[in-house]
């Protein structure tokens, strides 16, 4: 049965559409159970009703036409129960519903399995023996995985509007798939389409007659992709640190090398087409570099890969013909790289919709700070059929809507325009301290990690970064940077907010961030070589950062610095070692050092009861709700299958902060929040109540976060706690503190999700 299985689900995923697919499946599995009847009915969602879409036994016109109402008979009972029913006697039960349009005879054995994907109903599998049958329960087996997998060809097909055809239902059927949040706001465009780059290794050799023509198709395209690279480091310059933008220049330079241009047009002219020759020139230069004993070198190998890919996709593509950027343009690709985010004019990138990632890869980290709504990892996305698609980006929950109904479409525009008009609102609050009605003082720091976006003006609002993310620079780098190169990036940050604090965290790689040049494979690596365990294994790395910040700080002061992942008070400990002798190197070196204070991130359980064992060395704990929620629900925070599960309301997250505030203030010390929950305003009543002292959250949800910290006392927000805290529900407490931002005025800010 299992080669069976293997070999149909095969035979699916490569059939060119779904009716094939469908017909594959119906041929295979009256053959494989042996039965006289194998049908596929599909929930036509539109018109509630189940259609039959593909059968082997029963009349084969009867396909399309034959529609039960929901509910009917014993399909409908299948996808009530949502379990198989198998039944010896089928006409004998009263759910049993005879149709003539199919050429039906009285069926006996009766077998019906729903097709079932997150818990949604999209189709019947259906099988029928005309003698009285009662079907085994390796059978049941076989067509239940059978279904499973059919499920997810089915969802493809939903989302590239491939059922509605099939259903040939009046309008496109909308279909919701499910991602993480990657940045927020909420974004209603056109799909554009983004590819992996070209493949220059599938070339082939051409001979060709025309050399004049062919040198200019090569030259155009050189000459192309160079206004490209100048473009891109235009429209990235206010985003990426000047240092970043110097591997565009790099390219350029290497683009207009003769080495490169002369070897592919000699080639050309000695009678090969431009592709071809330009695979010749890429590779011979790739093995030259892939050879060469520095590794800084051998890097380049890559780049010039890039290039070639680059001139090719030129080459490949009339210019002329290259698409325009939708008015309102979703881009959506299996992997968006930050290049081709850069190619769309900021004025028509209206959101992002990626296959892969989450919230921490680099075209996340870009969009938030660009303030551009992405969706991440968005499982089942038939990212190559939805080319010119109507599409809604909702970067708080993380959904994505393809043609979406008029209904839900006008929904999220008006969810738009509320939220330009509570933007426009927020500016009451500018300049305002953050603090609230009964004075108390909460306040509010910047989470980032870019070097760019923190123009002064931007940032005028917060109270200092609250998080760094040094992981950031060494991610966008394709070496560790050196004690000088990190000072420098630290010491632009740190200026550019003094006298206000500026928390560095110490590296946190792993997890789910992998840097190129220092690559980690591992079966679960959020449990595994991460953060503080990364830094204490390499002192040489870890000396190195905290050098450069230590270093950067001088005459500024304004450094405070902090520690990813800790899980015992021993890592604090043989850290603090660390930094005592990277403070004393550098008292010893003649620089004039101020002790920073020292803090600690509670982000692992474990952590949440050592607050008193770490008190001595910490000066201050800053909460990372992020990690917490996932190590304490036991939910990947990069899984949108189980994202649902992701409740940073849960009452376990909110009694695990209480107990940090109450041990720390016990002791004297301050307690920070730097999850994302300190940008969630229902999130923040929590905390506020909870006795947290400081928050830091993203730029774009400061203005929100202080206007709910003016809006409600500390008396109020606690009242409200002890009635979240009697609640079991994490959902019912998300609607408890809505209610509550309701009634309050602060309704504009409720959104839905976790
Ligand atoms: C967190 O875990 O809450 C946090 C702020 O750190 P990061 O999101 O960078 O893991
Ligand atoms: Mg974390």
Redesign the pocket.
């Known amino acids: 049965m299992l080669d069976i299985l293997r070999r149909i689900v095969q035979e699916v995923n490569a059939a060119p559409d779904l009716e094939q697919a469908l017909n594959i499946i119906v041929m295979r599995v009256r053959v494989t159970v042996n039965v006289d009847v194998a049908s596929v009915y599909l929930v036509d969602a539109h018109n509630s009703q189940y259609v039959l879409m593909a059968t082997e036994g029963l009349r084969k016109d009867a396909v399309g036409k034959v529609r039960l109402n929901s509910g009917e008979g014993l399909v409908g009972m299948v996808v009530e129960r949502e379990e198989p029913v198998n039944l010896d006697d089928a006409p004998s039960h009263p759910r049993y519903r005879f149709t003539i349009e199919t050429g039906e005879q009285p069926y006996h054995g009766f077998l019906g399995i729903p097709i079932i994907q997150h818990g949604r109903v999209l189709g019947i599998l259906v099988v029928r023996q005309r003698q009285s049958r009662k079907f085994g329960e390796e059978e049941e087996a076989f067509l239940v995985t059978l279904a499973a997998q059919l499920a997810g060809a089915i969802t493809h097909a939903g989302a590239s509007g491939e059922i509605s055809r099939l259903l040939e239902t009046p309008d496109k059927v909308s279909v919701v798939l499910h991602g993480l949040p990657g940045a927020p706001g909420v974004a209603v465009g056109q799909a554009m389409v983004v590819y992996p780059p070209s493949n220059l290794d599938a070339i082939p050799d051409r001979k060709i007659t025309d050399v004049e023509g062919e040198l200019a198709v090569f030259r155009d395209a050189v000459a192309a992709v160079q206004d490209d690279m100048r473009d891109y480091s235009n429209r990235m310059s206010g985003v990426l640190p000047a240092e970043d933008l110097a591997l565009f220049d790099a390219l350029m330079l290497m683009l207009g090398s003769d080495t490169l241009v002369e070897k592919t047009m000699e080639r050309i002219r000695a009678g090969n087409w431009a592709a071809g020759s330009l695979r010749e020139t890429i590779g011979e230069h790739v093995r030259i570099f892939e050879t060469m004993e520095d590794s800084y070198l051998r890097e380049r190998a890559s780049d010039i890969r890039d290039l070639g890919r680059r001139v090719l996709t030129h080459i490949q593509s009339d210019r002329s013909a290259s698409r325009p950027a939708y008015a309102q343009t979703v881009l959506v690709g299996e992997d968006i790289s930050a290049g081709q985010l850069a190619e769309i004019p900021m004025e028509q990138l209206a959101g992002i919709v990626s296959a892969s990632g989450s919230?921490?890869s680099h075209v996340a980290i870009l969009a938030q700070s660009m303030g551009i709504p992405a969706v991440m990892g968005v499982e089942g996305l038939p990212v190559y059929r939805l080319e010119g698609q109507t599409m809604i980006a909702d970067g708080y929950r993380g959904d994505v809507f393809v043609n979406p109904s008029v209904l839900v479409r006008e929904e999220f525009v008006r969810l738009q325009a509320e939220e330009t008009e509570l933007t426009a609102g927020l500016k009451d609050v500018a300049g305002q301290p953050s603090v609230t009605p009964d004075g108390v003082s909460i306040p509010l720091y910047l989470?980032t990690g870019l070097v760019s976006g923190i123009e002064p003006e931007l940032h005028s609002e917060g109270d200092g970064v609250g998080?760094y993310?040094t992981?950031i620079p060494f991610l966008m780098r394709e070496q560790f940077p050196g004690e000088e190169e990190q000072r420098r990036i630290y010491r632009k940050v740190l200026e550019a907010f003094a006298p206000r604090p500026v928390t560095l965290?110490t590296l946190?790689v792993g997890?789910d961030?992998m840097l190129s040049y220092f690559p980690v494979r591992e079966e679960n690596p959020f449990l595994g070589w991460r953060?503080i365990r990364i830094s204490l294994d390499h002192p040489e790395i870890f000396l190195t950062q905290l050098r450069a910040m230590l270093r950067a700080s001088t005459g500024l002061n304004n450094l405070t610095i902090m520690m990813?992942m800790i899980s015992t008070a021993t890592e604090l400990d043989m850290a603090m070692v660390l930094i005592n002798q990277a403070i004393d190197e550098l008292i010893e070196e003649g620089e004039p050092l101020q002790r920073p204070p020292i803090g600690i991130?509670i982000?692992v359980p474990s952590a949440v009861y050592q607050v008193k064992a770490m008190a001595g060395h910490a000066d201050f704990f800053?909460?990372?709700?992020?990690?917490?929620?996932?190590y304490l629900l036991a939910v990947d925070?990069n899984n949108s299958r189980v994202a649902s599960l992701y409740q940073s309301l849960h009452p376990a997250v909110l009694c695990a902060v209480q107990h940090v505030v109450e041990q720390a203030h016990k002791l004297g010390k301050p307690v920070s929040?730097?999850?994302?929950?300190a940008g969630d305003p229902a999130a923040v009543l929590a905390l506020l109540g909870l006795g947290v002292d400081s928050l830091?959250m993203s730029v774009s949800s400061l203005p929100r976060i202080k206007w709910v910290i003016r809006s409600f006392t500390r008396e109020e927000a606690r009242a409200v706690l002890q009635q979240a805290l009697e609640m079991d529900d994490p959902l019912a407490i998300r609607k408890l503190y809505n209610s509550v931002l309701e009634q309050g005025g602060l309704g504009g800010l409720v959104r839905p999700g976790n």
């Open positions: 919230s921490s989470n998080l993310r992981e965290r946190d997890g961030k953060g990813p991130m982000e800053s909460i990372g709700t992020n990690d917490l929620t996932q925070r929040v730097c999850g994302e929950m830091s």
